[in-house]
């Protein structure tokens, strides 16, 4: 029972457009969402966090919207860069748990 | 500030060997998770530890698997014996909260 879910496994997209990562879940305990980024050959690098608290959270290129009725949230990087290019997770966690639950990870092409 | 360490990068063993793998978390930081990570899969725990304590180990496979943290620092996890489905990514974190946790490069393990 995959609690959270990355549906696309990869996503190409121009250099200089916006790119929009989704990530659902389904338990409605999950209080605490993250955007890890993953480089072949290392590990996963923290992107950006939201609490559920928010429904948007902006760093730079990089916005996170939660949308907790859908039990939805999507990450845009605006405008993607070839540094871009990695695979993103998606994590929750909830109840004041350190246990994060991940996705699968979404694959992103950033094409020149 | 140095990252999270581990070694080796690279193991490469035959089923049925033993095999140990070794974490040095950030600095200061008090909780250190061991993962593991198949291929185009999100991080899955194994442990979790708080200090020296293993206060979250439900996921370990415990009649092959062991680990511990010595004076609450470094963090050593076992396998014995190897089998041919542990073939994966072994990847060690730590954090000083709940929200946000470091990654180190991981262990690919293939067991032949």
């Known amino acids: 029972d995959q609690q959270v879910k990355q549906n696309s496994p990869s996503l190409s997209v121009q250099e200089g457009r916006i790119s929009i990562l989704n990530c659902d879940y389904t338990?409605?305990?999950?209080?605490?969402f993250l955007w890890y980024k993953k480089y072949p050959a290392e590990g996963p690098t923290f992107l950006i966090s939201i609490s559920s608290i928010k429904d948007k959270n902006e760093d730079g290129r990089f916005t996170v919207f939660l949308n907790k009725s859908a039990k939805h949230l999507s990450l845009h990087i605006v405008p993607s860069q070839p540094g871009d290019s990695a695979v993103y997770f998606c994590a929750a966690s909830g109840d004041s748990n350190y246990q994060l639950i991940w996705g699968a990870g979404t694959k992103l092409i950033i094409k020149p | 500030e140095a990252g999270v360490v581990q070694s080796p990068r690279y193991k490469i063993i035959e089923k049925k060997q033993p095999v140990a793998f070794w974490c040095n978390p950030i600095?200061?930081?008090?909780?250190l998770y061991w993962y593991l990570q198949n291929l185009g899969q999100g991080p899955e725990l194994l442990i979790r530890y708080e200090n020296e304590e293993a206060v979250d180990d439900s996921q370990l496979p415990k009649d092959r698997f062991s680990a511990e943290r010595l004076k609450g620092v470094d963090s050593t996890l076992k396998i014995q014996p190897a089998e041919l489905g542990d073939s994966a990514v072994y990847l060690c974190?730590?954090?000083?909260?709940?929200?946000?946790?470091?990654f180190g490069p991981g262990t690919r393990l293939t067991v032949l």
């Open positions: 600095s200061g930081h008090n909780t």
């Open positions: 338990n409605s305990m999950f209080d605490y």
């Open positions: 974190a730590s954090s000083l909260t709940r929200n946000e946790q470091f």
